[in-house]
């Protein structure tokens, strides 16, 4: 960080406490060029991601969401709950670091169906048909078909 007063960047930190709930930190600084001291606030940058739904509207991104629409998909299955919040953690660290500010829905969609893959078949084929609305048997199937395959090699 520059020093404010003289430019120079060797500034050296001289105490740093949590600011604002422990969302912020401030940090009280010493340049080592002139000795004058000045603060700064570190501040973790909050970025609202929206998602574009099928029909052009927008919403807020919801991890809530994304959770209750995994959690359902492995309903009885043999997914423990932190592998759940695991796949949702990489979908949201995966959407911030694209810094996008909008999203398309059936991009995350494809996110976690990515994710449910490796994780339970099942999981998947139920989160897939709900989210791909098979419109028959028949594309459902293919679905199945194409597990299977992945699964024969
Ligand atoms: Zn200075």
Redesign the pocket.
Known sequence: MR?P????ID?KVVDSRPTDEGKAIRRRRL?E????RFTTYEKLEENIIMVIKKNGQRESFDRNKILNGIVKACEKRPVPMATIEGIVDNIERGLNNMMEKEVESTFIGELIMDELKKVDDVAYVRFASVYREFKDADTFIKELEKLLKRDAK
């Open positions: 020093c007063y003289c430019e120079n500034t340049c060029e002139c000795g004058k």
